[in-house]
């Protein structure tokens, strides 16, 4: 799915679009759309050879459930899901969409929890937030999820800490960060 290194542009503002579409990346991570813009903006990625990945809990606008879902593949046409949301990425699944979960890690518990969910789920990728503290338990998530694309994202905002995120062994991140596509 991600060829090693990838990095994804994250565009929160249409204004960043263009330099998304321009970008190395075979994806485009539409980060804030809303559903009056997202078929169009779906349209333009794939019209300049970019696969759409949306993070479902930030679209507005959407219902975050089975219906969603079904909506963004049918009427929209993006080409994946990132979501904290198991439910939600089996659906996308079942559809034929890529699923990332999305994982944060903010203390032992919330470790604890991540490393639990991750035993039984099968998902194309697993993003990993914050991305510089997720560097440290790299070798942790990669037990549970050893044929999983594993994507790092969140405060990766210079070339420094992505390529010490790849190192870890990261295959993909996502970033806000223009200077960085």
């Not at 349209?43 to 679209?59: E, F, N, P, S, Y």
């Amino acid at each position: 799915m991600f060829s090693d290194k990838t990095v994804i542009p994250s565009t929160r503002q249409l204004k960043d679009l263009d330099s998304a579409l321009s970008s190395k990346s075979e994806y485009v991570l539409l980060s804030e759309a809303h559903i009056g813009n997202l078929k169009e903006l779906t349209k333009r990625c794939h019209q300049a050879g970019k696969k759409v990945l949306v993070h479902l809990d930030l679209i507005e606008g959407l219902t975050k459930d089975a219906k969603g879902v079904k909506w963004l593949k049918e009427m929209f046409k993006v080409d994946g899901v990132i979501s904290p949301n198991q439910r939600v990425l089996n659906t996308a699944m079942k559809l034929d969409l890529l699923a990332i979960y999305r994982v944060f890690l903010l203390d032992s518990r919330s470790l604890e929890q991540a490393l639990k969910s991750l035993e039984n789920i099968n998902f194309n990728g697993v993003e990993v937030l914050p991305g510089p503290f997720a560097i440290h338990y790299v070798d942790q998530i990669q037990s549970k999820i050893p044929n999983t694309h594993l994507l790092a994202g969140g405060f990766l905002d210079s070339k420094v800490k992505i390529e010490t995120v790849f190192r870890a062994g990261f295959s993909a991140v996502t970033t806000s960060q223009k200077e960085l596509w």
